[in-house]
Structure formats: structure tokens, C-alpha cells
């Protein structure tokens, strides 16, 4: 569904990403945890062309969009919710979840029913639905983040750290959501701080350190790795 081939990706005129390759299959949730620095927004970004990447691939659904433009990548069913939540806080909620369909609205059909599903997800957003998403708590704003990721009905869901600086409680929520989306079958690819939570909704994950891969495995693999301090490498 999602390949990464041995991509390398700069920042400005540092190479963050050293041969990095990952799979995540059709319907399979895949965390990718490492310490501050390592290089997991990038390798998001990368997914969504976001960075030059000079050598490597990124395959989806079998097609090879390396070099395809970030714009052009929501149509082979990508989409990412990016660190810090990054939604636009002087429009209503309702409004930033229309602009998640945004590349749709020439045929707009069922925008408005997928608006109210977006609802239906997070139900503490109904009632915000005229407000402007900047006065949410943080919690319901990562709700308005991933709501409007799922507008452009993406295939495959890239999620950066999207319960970061949240109650737990609220963490608690964003995962039960996250969790119906991987029971109605959404491909995710998921980086998370909270590691137990992450590998308890993903089947496998990879460990990154330095922009390089340093493991992959089953959930309950990653748990024994992190133990011996893969994430206290960084
Ligand atoms: N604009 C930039 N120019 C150059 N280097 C950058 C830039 N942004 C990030 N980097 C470097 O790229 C590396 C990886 O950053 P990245 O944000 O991908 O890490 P991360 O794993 O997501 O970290 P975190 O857990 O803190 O979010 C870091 O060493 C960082 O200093
Ligand atoms: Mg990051």
C-alpha cells in the first residue's frame, strides 16, 4: 500500500533521512517511534513530497510518486495530519472541515454528508460546529485536524504526534477514534510520544534513531526493544 525504498531526504543543506525504507500494508496500522530529532516528521513529509529527496522511492498502491508534486499526492489517497495541528483558527469548524475536501469540490457530492461524518466520529464537535476552531481546547482542535484529513477520503492516514501535549483523557479519546478508523478498514501510519497506547492500536512498528531505521517488528517486539532503550539513543 505505502512503500518506503531506502529514501534519503535533506532539510536545507542537512540530510535528515539516511536510507530510510518502511511498508505499511492495505488496512494495517504501522507506529514509527524514535527520539526528538530522529527524523519521523520528515519521513511523513517525505511521504507527502513535503522535502527534495534525491535518491529512493516512495511507492503508493504500486505507483511511484517520488517525484510527483505534494498537491498532486492527496489523489493517490494520501493524507497527513501534521505536527501542532496546523488547522486555521479564524474559520468555524464546519469550514476547516470543508477545506479537507477541498480538491473534491468540483464534484462535490456528499461533502456535507461527509462533514456530519466527521461529526459522528468526534460527537463533542457537533456543538462547536459554528465556532472558530482557534478558541477549541487542544484536544478538540487535533479532532478538527484529523476530521479534516479524513474530508479528502484518504486511503492512507499519516498521523504526526496527534495526541501531543493532550489530558490524558482526551489522549484516551483520540485513540478510541483512531481506533474506529482502523476497524473500518483506513491504513495508518501513525508517530506517537505515547508508545504503549501507539503499539497497542498498531499490529507492527519501526524504530528510527539518527534518520536511520534501527528496528522492525511486531508491536509487542517494539515493546522488548524499547525496554533494552532504543528511544534513549537519540
Ligand atoms: N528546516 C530545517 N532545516 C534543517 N534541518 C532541519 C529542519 N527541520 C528539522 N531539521 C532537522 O531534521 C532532523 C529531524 O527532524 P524531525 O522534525 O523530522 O524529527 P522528529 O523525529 O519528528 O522529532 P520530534 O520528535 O522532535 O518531532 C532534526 O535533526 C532537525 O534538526
Ligand atoms: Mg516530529
Known sequence: MLELVETT???????????????????EVVALLGPNGAGKSTLLGTVMGLYP?????????????????????????LALVPERRQIFAHLTVEDNLQLGAFHRRRHGVGISRDVAEGMDLF????????RQAGWL????????????????????????????????????????ALARLKDSGLTILIVEQNVSQALALASR??????????????????????????????
Do not use: W
Open 9 to 27: 531526504t535533506r532539510r536545507g543543506r542537512v540530510q535528515v533521512l539516511n536510507g530510510c525504507s518502511l511498508t505499511v500494508a492495505k488496512g
Open 53 to 77: 529527496s534525491p535518491t529512493g522511492q516512495v511507492i503508493v498502491q504500486g505507483q511511484e510518486i517520488t517525484r510527483v508534486p505534494t498537491h498532486r499526492r492527496i489523489h493517490y489517497g
Open 123 to 130: 460527537p463533542g464537535l457537533l456543538k462547536h460546529r459554528h
Open 137 to 176: 481546547s487542544g484536544g478538540e482542535q487535533q479532532m478538527v485536524a484529523i476530521g479534516r484529513a479524513l474530508m479528502a477520503r484518504p486511503e492512507i492516514l499519516l498521523l504526526d504526534e496527534p495526541t501531543l501535549g493532550l489530558a490524558p483523557v482526551i489522549v484516551k479519546e483520540v485513540f478510541e
Open 205 to 234: 512498528a519501526y524504530i528510527m534513531v539518527h534518520g536511520q531505521m534501527v528496528f522492525k517488528g511486531s508491536s509487542a517486539e517494539a515493546h522488548h526493544a524499547l525496554a533494552e532503550g532504543y528511544l534513549a539513543m537519540g
